[in-house]
Nanobody, 123 residues
Framework: QAQVMESGGGLVQPGGSLRLSCAAS????????IGWFRQAPGKEREGVGC????????FYVDAVKGRFTASRDNAKKTVYLQMNSLKPEDTAIYYC????????????????WGQGTQVTVSS
């Protein structure tokens, strides 16, 4: 059964760091892209960034650019999201999703979604 599962969320102070993991199973990991999304209370889900597993290209939205970094470990079929310089506005449930990129696309669309992991940035 194809699935992705997030882990690594928690409570961190402003300016701190967390590393989220997205473990994949049941599909051809190397041909997929993994996207990261988040949903804050009372807000719509928004994209954070993505990584193309095949070539390692990454994309980040402006709100996290320079602070968040996605990486992959093909042997472990796991993608990581290193989050540094965290801000209270980064508080949200973070989701990863997997999908085979359309022709000429780096990431998306996404077929498999995880259950999410809570990240809370607060003093």
């Amino acid at each position: 059964q194809a699935q992705v599962m997030e882990s690594g969320g928690g409570l961190v102070q402003p300016g701190g760091s967390l590393r989220l993991s997205c473990a994949a199973s049941g599909f051809s990991f190397d041909t997929y892209a993994i996207g990261w999304f988040r949903q804050a209370p009372g807000k719509e889900r928004e994209g954070v960034g993505c990584i193309n597993i095949n070539d390692g290209r990454t994309f980040y939205v402006d709100a996290v650019k320079g602070r968040f970094t996605a990486s992959r470990d093909n042997a472990k079929k796991t993608v990581y999201l290193q989050m540094n310089s965290l801000k209270p506005e980064d508080t949200a449930i973070y989701y990863c999703a997997a999908g085979q990129p359309d022709e000429h696309a780096m990431c998306g669309p996404y077929k498999y979604w995880g259950q999410g992991t809570q990240v809370t940035v607060s003093s």
